[in-house]
């Protein structure tokens, strides 16, 4: 719906696209639904089949070899009774939440940035973006050497003559998470980036001139006018990126192996020691369970603001 | 349905999936493919074993020798990924589809590790030839009811990888050690090196410290512990082991940003001097040696007994073992190559390619101009314990171990909580 007059003018005509074109008699007959059926069933083995095998293992005591027992809920008991699988689902949040907040405040700072306006934005553009394509991997070693003692972070900071800041980031037990949560912003940056570009692409520059001319200051366009035009990317970003910031994997892989002394663990990294690392099947998938009602929980919930939003 | 309901639901099917789609690896069943006695000899097996380079290995050459030998007998060698060896194997024994014959892990402590895939049927029986040569006091980490499923191939020595260099003499108490370590460090270096941040390192360290505080005066700690008639945390050597970590700790033996450092810490601080030693298994002094081309000269040292009265104790176990998928249709070729494997001239040749010791035959190999010149008392003596976490209950009493050192060298934890939390792990 159309919140203006000045949005009437030059904004596109939306009930103006025409009806598709009725299919002339005499030509084949493409698509038929039933073409679906092969693609329908690999879904359903794929993604139904195996969510319910998988889902169902949480409730035995499956080594991954031979036989096993059901046991209930035992393994979700022990999940909850354990300290550290509670540390590993308080730093699944920090590092989701802490990834969202950061990566599209910084994501949409840069976009506006490159928006319009400078000559170099597009190779700016390609060099915020590019860390995106690079393997998370690849980049969490690389990061690795800087926080590493000898490495680069500390040498800066001994030619400072900050000698007593300097220390094994990665092993430190207070600043380790931070490392892994700075290593995501760094990467992920430039997806948000790409996301808000899209979505301040489609905010009409004669809505921000006439803003102007109204009298709104730098800030007042961006809070009334641009922002409300891309509350769907908002949407979507946050989404995805909480979507992928609850899964995070390897990053703390590569940076810390979930050190020091577990510090550093999330209940994805668990997932993978438990089922793989120490054979324990059941309890795994278990931990994965869990991981999963709480990735649709805040998603749902992620959605629901959203939307509430969008229609005020 | 709404958008945002799709979206939802779409969230959900690709959250459970990505969670439980680990899960589906081993769901399959295995088949037995009969025993030995009622089997012909097919003359041909497959071999599967690690490979982390091209770099050709002791199995290959000696695969390579047996076919050479007997003309007429086929080896279809299966050359697997070392990083993901443990998953392939055990995925591929849970599918049916596993090679006849593939390298396995003494014990229980690993994801291939003999005993929990023979309790779980998927190994096949081997005869008394693989009996005779299980290293002494080992038989647990072979043998289930009695029956022996793992083929010891050769013996690793656990304990520190010693730089000789002038003037830095290796101590003889642990008093030695932390005045070493005061000295060394006075120089700009370390005494030892480690991985502070890889549990598997900080892990082998404390066990090379525990051979004489725990398994010197009691070499079956690990059988009262099984059944259920001590604890770590009532376990005064266990104790005295941790203690001793966090006094090397404040003392200056491991090298600053230790907490934080991997393997290449190890590497590095030993290839560039900024280390004398390392922990960890014999086989690493062989390879550092030849890779050094006479520039450094390596060996292996039994970690020291508290003082020079107590009794020095080391740890040396068998690292890898050849095992036969219980499902395979060639059990009697197979079972004839492992015979081979057994006798001591191939021992010798695969332990002098893995830079370990033979595991036949070994009492009368002369140590005295090799890297285990320092141990070769211990060896003959057999005052050495078999690793003790392959004797444990389960990997996560290892994975306690190893986080639990890291806790202690940052602080995180104390003696008493590792303590409680690998009894915790034992279940």
Same mark, same amino acid.
């Given at each position: 719906m159309l919140d203006s007059e000045t949005e009437r003018v030059v904004l596109p005509d939306r009930g103006g696209r025409r009806a598709p074109q009725p299919r002339r008699k005499g030509l084949p007959q493409f698509g038929r639904w039933w073409w679906a059926l092969p693609g329908i069933a690999m879904v359903i083995a794929v993604h139904y089949v195996a969510t319910a095998f998988g889902g169902a293992f949480a409730f035995t005591n499956w080594s991954g070899l031979g036989a096993f027992d059901w046991i209930g809920f035992e393994n979700f008991r022990r999940i909850f009774a354990d300290s550290g699988k509670l540390l590993a689902l308080g730093n699944t949040l920090f590092l989701a939440f802490g990834a969202v907040i950061l990566t599209n405040i910084a994501g949409l700072a840069v976009a506006l940035g490159l928006?319009? $306006? &400078?000559?170099?934005r597009y190779t700016l553009r390609v060099l915020f973006f590019m860390p995106v394509v690079l393997s998370p991997l690849a980049v969490s070693y690389i990061w690795k050497f800087i926080f590493d003692y000898n490495g680069p972070l500390n040498a800066v900071l001994r030619g400072m003559g900050l000698d007593h800041i300097a220390r094994a980031w990665t092993g430190d037990p207070t600043w380790a998470i931070w490392t892994i949560l700075i290593v995501i912003v760094w990467q992920q940056t430039g997806f948000s980036m790409v996301i808000y570009m899209a979505g301040l692409a489609?905010? @009409?520059v004669e809505i921000e001139e006439a803003a102007a001319i109204d009298g709104a200051n730098l800030w007042q366009r961006f809070w009334h006018v641009t922002f409300p035009a891309i509350r769907p990317a908002v949407a979507i970003s946050t989404t995805l990126g909480l979507v992928n910031g609850l899964r995070v994997f390897d990053q703390i892989m590569a940076l =810390?192996?979930? $050190? @020091?002394? $577990?510090? =550093?663990? =999330?209940l994805a990294t668990e997932v993978y020691k438990q089922a793989?690392? &120490? $054979?324990?099947f059941g309890y795994g998938a278990a931990l994965a369970l869990v991981l999963t009602a709480i990735i649709l929980v805040f998603a749902v919930i992620q959605q629901r603001v959203s939307a509430g939003r969008q229609e005020d | 349905m709404t958008q945002q309901r799709r979206l939802t639901i779409r969230l959900g099917v690709i959250a459970a999936t990505a969670a439980s789609a680990l899960l589906l690896a081993g769901c399959s069943g295995s088949a037995n493919g009969g025993s030995p006695d009622t089997q012909?000899? %097919?003359k041909t097996f497959s071999l599967a074993f690690g490979v982390s380079n091209q770099v050709e290995t002791g199995y290959e050459k000696l695969a390579k020798e047996y076919m050479t030998q007997n003309p007429g007998v086929k080896i279809t060698l299966n050359k697997l990924p070392g990083e993901t060896y443990s998953q392939t194997i055990r995925t591929q024994l849970q599918a049916g589809n596993a090679s006849d014959v593939f390298v396995t892990s003494p014990g229980v402590g690993e994801a291939y590790s003999v005993v929990p895939l023979a309790k779980a049927g998927l190994l096949a029986p081997l005869d008394d030839v693989a009996k005779k040569i299980i290293p002494s006091g080992a038989d647990a980490q072979f043998t289930v009811d009695g029956k022996v499923y793992g083929q010891a191939l050769d013996i690793a020595f656990v304990g520190n990888i010693y730089n000789e260099l002038p003037g830095v003499a290796y101590p003889t108490d642990f008093q030695g050690v932390l005045d070493t370590c005061a000295s060394v460090a006075a120089q700009g270096k370390s005494l030892f090196v480690i991985a502070g941040s890889i549990g598997a390192n900080t892990g082998i360290m404390a066990q090379t410290i525990a051979? %004489?505080?725990?398994?010197?005066?009691?070499?079956k700690w690990d059988q009262e512990r099984t059944a259920g008639k001590t604890t770590f945390a009532k376990s005064a050597g266990w104790k005295e082991t941790l203690q001793d970590i966090v006094a090397m700790n404040k003392a200056g033996c491991f090298q600053k940003g230790a907490e934080g450092a991997g393997f290449d810490a190890i590497t590095n601080g030993l290839t560039q001097g900024a280390a004398v030693g390392m922990f960890g298994p014999s086989g690493a002094a062989t390879e550092i040696n030849t890779a050094a081309q006479g520039h450094a000269k390596f060996d292996v040292q039994a970690f020291p007994a508290k003082t020079s009265k107590d009794k020095q104790y080391g740890v040396a176990s068998s690292t890898y073992a050849y095992s036969i998928a219980a499902g395979s249709k060639n059990k009697v070729a197979a079972q004839k190559f492992l015979d081979w494997m057994a006798k001591p001239a191939q021992s010798k040749a695969f332990a002098t390619d893995q830079g370990t010791i033979p595991v036949s035959g070994y009492q009368d190999v002369d140590f005295s101009n090799s890297v285990y010149a320092p141990v070769e008392k211990l060896l003959k003596d057999g005052a050495y314990t078999p690793l003790p976490i392959s004797s444990w209950s389960n990997a996560a009493v290892y994975d306690a171990l190893g986080a639990g050192v890291q806790g202690l060298l940052t602080g995180q934890k104390t003696v008493d909580q590792v303590l409680a939390d690998m009894d915790s792990a034992w279940g």
């Open positions: 928006n319009r $306006g &400078l000559k170099s489609a905010v @009409p =810390t192996g979930t $050190g @020091p002394a $577990g510090a =550093t663990s =999330t793989f690392t &120490l $054979g324990n | 012909k000899d %097919t051979a %004489t505080r725990v398994y010197a005066d009691d070499p």
